[in-house]
Nanobody
Framework: QVQLVESGGGLVETGDSLRLSCAAS????????MGWFRQAPGREREFVAA????????LYADSVKGRFTISRDDVKYTLFLQMDSLKPADTAVYYC??????????????WGQGTQVTVSS
């Protein structure tokens, strides 16, 4: 089973950028499709972005398309989420996950503990 640890969250202002990282241990990331999800207070966990095992296919939520970029470095066993033009609506705990490429959280079997992103207006 792969273990995942997110980092890179923080408090930023509207329009700023952040880069989230997700470090994997236990097994190589190469075996998995990967995804980012987020959960704001009082709301359901929602899909943000996903990338397949080779990096050749990516999926994005409409709300982040054009602003966020998912990428992976399988040599360093790390998943990234570059977040640009951040908005207060992006405020949430962000989770990385390993599993099968989709927008459905149920297809991802391994999860990190989450990292908080707060965007002030």
């Amino acid at each position: 089973q792969v273990q995942l640890v997110e980092s890179g969250g923080g408090l930023v202002e509207t329009g700023d950028s952040l880069r989230l990282s997700c470090a994997a241990s236990g097994r190589t990331l190469r075996s998995y499709d990967m995804g980012w999800f987020r959960q704001a207070p009082g709301r359901e966990r929602e899909f943000v972005a996903a990338i397949n095992w080779s990096g050749g296919t990516t999926l994005y939520a409409d709300s982040v398309k054009g602003r966020f970029t998912i990428s992976r470095d399988d040599v360093k066993y790390t998943l990234f989420l570059q977040m640009d033009s951040l908005k207060p609506a992006d405020t949430a705990v962000y989770y990385c996950a390993a599993g099968a490429l989709s927008r459905d959280a149920q297809t991802f079997g391994a999860w990190g503990q989450g990292t908080q992103v707060t965007v002030s207006s």
